[in-house]
């Protein structure tokens, strides 16, 4: 069953209007898989416990976003920096039919852009669960995307 980005998007104080408005994507399905994309990467990365934690500070529709397609056995990823991060978002976006990042460029600037936005609703920097290195070089990256 795919999720209804449309009735999300109505849903979730904005959160997918907003990337969608500042990536100048035409569609809510499109911004709502790179939502995706960018969650599940960081799902991947984290502990069960952590994955917890994050959902409970998540609007309640970015919820779904966040535990679709969820394998529970699955092997940690180490995003130790920015690039790591990145090159991962793009390798599951690859995983899938329909790929919603194009090149890497693009492809960071899409992610950078999703997390600041997402950064508003939840304060994701704020979790302890980033390396040092991968948080710094995001809050700088994200600042420098506005």
């Not at 209804?4 to 109505?10: E, Q, S």
């Not at 990145?86 to 997390?115: C, F, M, P």
Request: net charge negative.
């Amino acid at each position: 069953m795919d999720i209804n980005y449309d009735k999300l998007a109505t849903n979730d104080n904005s959160c997918i209007d907003n990337i969608k408005q500042e990536l100048n994507i035409d569609c809510n399905y499109k911004a709502g898989k790179l939502v995706g994309r960018v969650l599940h990467t960081i799902r991947d990365s984290l502990t069960y416990s952590q994955s917890a934690e994050l959902i409970q500070k998540l609007p309640d529709d970015l919820k779904i976003i966040y535990v679709s397609d969820w394998k529970l056995n699955h092997r940690q990823l180490r995003l130790k920096h920015l690039d790591n991060l990145v090159e991962e978002v793009i390798k599951n976006d690859q995983r899938h039919a329909q790929q919603v990042l194009h090149g890497e460029v693009s492809a960071l600037y899409a992610i950078l852009i999703t997390l600041k936005i997402l950064n508003r609703y939840v304060d994701i920097l704020a979790f302890d669960f980033f390396n040092y290195s991968l948080k710094r070089e995001l809050a700088e990256a994200m600042t420098e995307a506005a």
